[in-house]
């Protein structure tokens, strides 16, 4: 079984910064891709970006191009979110999720909630205004 544990989240003002760590443990862990999603209050929950374990591809929510960046350290088994400039409408629950088997084509299903075999509890970005 994998766990996945996000941290970093909290309060910032608007035009800010956080970066959101996800660590994984559990079986060896080799994910195929790890994805951060996000719930705002009343809304579902979309996709925010991606990256392909091996490093090679990452992939972008077009609402955060440019301001967020996803990183993996693969011999920490955790995953980043470097987020600059934020907006006080994306404040929202910030869950990390992984995929464990190949999904081809990646850059159509990697978006999709489904693409995802674990997921972690989320942890709490909020942006003031």
């Known amino acids: 079984q994998v766990q996945l544990v996000e941290s970093g989240g909290g309060l910032v003002q608007a035009g800010g910064s956080l970066r959101l760590s996800c660590a994984a443990s559990?079986?060896?862990?080799?994910?195929?891709?790890m994805g951060w999603f996000r719930q705002a209050p009343g809304k579902e929950r979309e996709f925010v970006a991606a990256?392909?374990?091996?490093?090679?591809?990452?992939y972008y929510a077009d609402s955060v191009k440019g301001r967020f960046t996803i990183s993996r350290d693969s011999a920490k088994n955790t995953v980043y979110l470097q987020m600059n400039s934020l907006k006080p409408e994306e404040t929202a629950v910030y869950y990390c999720?992984?995929?464990?088997?190949?999904?081809?084509?990646?850059?159509?299903?990697?978006?999709?909630?489904?693409?995802?075999?674990?997921w972690g509890q989320g942890t709490q970005v909020t942006v003031s205004s």
């Open positions: 559990g079986r060896t862990f080799s994910p195929y891709a």
């Open positions: 999720a992984a995929a464990t088997s190949p999904k081809r084509p990646l850059n159509v299903v990697v978006g999709r909630e489904t693409t995802y075999d674990y």
């Open positions: 990256i392909r374990w091996s490093g090679a591809s990452t």
